[in-house]
């Protein structure tokens, strides 16, 4: 059950990546996003954002699918897919 949820995750990351290029403006799903220095959990939070916080989308991370790289105040984090939407 974990594998296959794994393997699911990656595929949703990728996709997300597909439909977007780089430079997109994409927007905070969640309370208190953290943007990561890395994509390491235990990295430095960069700054953190709100629900409808837009973001420059540069893409996903080659070794990480599931974490994307964004920019957002100056600052270029990476940030888990699942918290970031086409919409507002």
Known sequence: MRKSAAVLALVLGAGAA???TPGDRVYVRGRDVAILQST???AATLVKLQPGDAVVWR?????????HRVET???????????????P
């Open 40 to 42: 390491a959990t235990n």
């Open 73 to 87: 105040a100056g600052k270029s984090g990476f940030v888990y897919f699942a918290n970031l939407s086409t919409t």
């Open 59 to 67: 893409g996903a991370d080659k070794k990480k699918p599931t974490w």
């Open 18 to 20: 597909w439909a977007l």
